[in-house]
């Protein structure tokens, strides 16, 4: 298995982010997080090879059972269709669903979203609902605390989708059928409701758009129904 050039980011990322909710001082988890980043890739090899030799067990396990959501093809689960399809993220198996209902109706979820290509914009565009990922606002990433590493991470094709990406996405699908959307993955550091929501009806108006409704789902707890 090739381990990949990016390993001691990766690794210092998850580092960060436990001693971060582990309770440590931000400073003190940062410099540990470094010191991490900076390690030798053959030091982490073989774990990372079994890391990874597991989660690909268990992902064929869920497969043969039919509880693993990774599909391309539509699963039918219930009346409601599920179907998947890839995001540009740098984890394993990243997906985002559409969702048919008999009723005729539809609705798509992605977040951990580097970029909205091509292929995800003919997948979801006519449906219903969409929730979409507006993860940063970018003066904020640029000027936010996070270190270097982590924000060429977050805002790199395999990263995050940026308040503006998710704008022309937005409008792009509110021109093509899409009449309600709601905002996901706002990062706590480098963003806020007010400015992704802000952003996204000033691109709708400067786009001269103004069918479709749009909301910010909230961080901690379930937001207001939608009906489609």
């Not at 391309?72 to 009346?79: F, K, M, Q, R, T």
């Not at 706590?188 to 929501?197: C, H, T, V, Y």
Request: net charge negative; proline share 4%.
């Amino acid at each position: 298995m090739q381990i990949p050039e990016n390993l001691s980011e990766l690794l210092a990322d998850v580092t960060l982010s436990l001693l971060n909710k582990s309770g440590f001082d931000p400073a003190e988890a940062e410099q540990i997080a470094s010191l991490v980043g900076k390690a030798e890739r053959k030091e982490y090899g073989g774990m990372f090879e079994a890391v990874i030799q597991s989660i690909k067990e268990g992902r064929q396990e869920a497969w043969e059972e039919g509880l693993f959501l990774g599909r391309e093809e539509g699963i039918l689960i219930g009346n409601i269709e599920f179907e998947g399809f890839r995001t540009s993220h740098d984890s394993l198996d990243c997906f985002g669903y559409k969702f048919l209902f008999e009723n005729g109706r539809s609705a798509a979820i992605a977040t951990d979203l580097g970029f909205v290509g091509e292929d995800i914009k003919k997948k979801v565009a006519g449906c219903d609902f969409i929730g979409l990922e507006s993860n940063y606002d970018s003066v904020m990433l640029k000027t936010g605390p996070y270190p270097s590493y982590l924000k060429r991470r977050i805002a790199s094709s395999s990263g995050h989708l940026s308040n503006t990406e998710c704008s022309s996405t937005v409008s792009y699908l509110a021109q093509n059928g899409t009449s309600k959307f709601s905002l996901l993955h706002l990062s706590a550091e480098n963003n806020s409701p007010d400015i992704a929501l802000t952003t996204c009806l000033g691109v709708l108006e400067n786009e001269g758009v103004n069918s479709c409704l749009v909301s910010v789902a909230p961080r901690h707890q379930p937001g207001k129904p939608t009906e489609i």
